[in-house]
């Protein structure tokens, strides 16, 4: 009787382990496949970083790509399959992106995309809410320069003429902007302590805005006006300009990204 139990028990083991081996060798091709297809999609969908460039000024930004993060998609097709909404990314950084480079001037965003912004020096305010109205008109985005007493709490997209005794009185009222070298002080320095990118005024335009536009425009420039009634009486064929030559005005953050 032992002895047939014996057998029996061998038998099932042997039918488990042939079943066993089979479940195996399936979820391994299972899973096979699942890597097989994150791998082809990596290969059409990945785009890496296109880098930047330095020079004496400060630095052009390069372009982020975004790859996929095999690992955390196939922990999430797991048991599942292959699918596309199940896809998760990581950012492909450049080396010169505006995060790791606070010691650095930024003097443009990337060379890669037709985007361009422009930024107000802003004084006496009086045009602020015509540029708005002028905004919304036609779908762009300004940015505005402005000083710690001269500001209105509402407004975003903000850089700041900075005084780096006001730095940090500054940014307990605004959560995010940018310095600027507007004055002879050392901000940079200051400004990479509070996490701050600083960019350098390369382009300012005082008048015969829409002349200046024309010699100055390319992909990534940001161009600083000046709030006065010249500049304003040209705005519109500017932005006409600017559009009919195939680039988007945007804020700096969508620049700079």
Known sequence: MKSYLKYILVIFFTIFSFYY????IELSEYNNTILASLNDY???SDKECKEGEINNDGIILGLSGIIVDKSESYSNMKGIGFNKDLIKYKKSKCILNKEDNLDKYIISGNKYTKNMSIVFDMDSFEYYE????????????????????????SMENILYKTNT??????????????CTNYYDYDTISECKKLKLNTIR??????????LNTKKILDKGTIMFIKE?????SELEATINYIKSRGYNIVSLDDLLS
């Open 42 to 44: 990596a290969i059409a």
């Open 165 to 178: 005794n006001d730095i940090k009185e500054f940014k307990k009222r605004v959560n995010y902007f940018y």
């Open 130 to 153: 015509l540029l708005e109205r002028i905004s919304d008109k036609d779908n762009v985005i300004f940015n505005y320069l402005v000083n710690k007493n001269n500001y209105i709490d």
């Open 201 to 210: 005024i390369v382009n300012y335009i005082d008048k015969d805005l829409l």
């Open 228 to 232: 006065n009634e010249f500049n304003l």
């Open 21 to 24: 081996a089979d479940k195996v």
